[in-house]
């Protein structure tokens, strides 16, 4: 590896929700997630959806902080009875749950501003586990917040994105990682030898496969991934001889 390439922290992803999990919701956030940590120089390497069980939330935030360097949550942290994230949390960690005196606060101004009651279950969006610092969002203004390496963000999509980008100033990532996509009018049968052998002489290239059906004609989309620029391009040359020699026309995108 060059001497200017920073090694990439890892994360993992926990969506926590039953109305992912039955079908209800189709989950947007992951692909957001992936595509922001990839952005930063954070190596996404898990991702897991979880039911609402307290069990089950507090035994994968436990499994997971200690593989990875960061872990991100979506869901559960609103006002109802369902919303058990900031709870597990505090349970994984073994600590109490508080109320957040600056988390309250900023309820407060929000709801004073809206002329609406901040009722008892509102202010449960600002209990959270002891020791917690808050992640901000612009969108509503009611926080998440990180404990530990958990950074444990909102479900709602847009709030989600907010709380990222707040949480993402907070962390240090390595080198970003970058992608080429060779297109190629052969089988997926055709290349799968051609395209293990490079792989072997790439270890530090993460190299894919997607086939597709286009007019009639079989093709595989091969995507390259690497942090290591000079690598990955030399690596896809290669690739577009190999190709080239197979009959299969292919065609290189950045």
Known sequence: MPNDIVPQPTACALIIGNEILSGRT???????IAGRLT?????????????????????????????YDYIFTTGGIGPTHDDITAECIAKAFGVE?????????ILEEQYRERNVELNDARKRMANMP?????????????????????FVLAGV??????????????????????SCTVVAYLSEGALAGPLRALQGDYPDIDMGSYPFYRVGRFGSNLVLRGADIANLEEAAGRLMTVIDELGGEPVLKK
């Open 97 to 105: 749950l508080e109320q957040n005196p600056a988390a309250l606060v």
């Open 130 to 150: 002891a020791g917690s610092e808050l992640v901000h969002n612009k969108i509503s203004g009611v926080p998440g917040f990180r404990t530990g390496n958990v």
């Open 39 to 67: 952005e930063s120089g954070i190596r996404l390497a898990e991702a897991r959806v979880i039911s609402d069980i307290e069990k089950e939330i507090v035994a994968a935030v436990n499994a997971c902080r200690v593989r």
């Open 26 to 32: 189709a989950d947007v956030n992951l692909g957001h």
């Open 157 to 178: 999509p847009q709030i989600m994105q907010a709380m990222l980008e707040a949480a993402l100033e907070t962390v240090n990532g390595g080198t970003p990682t970058r």
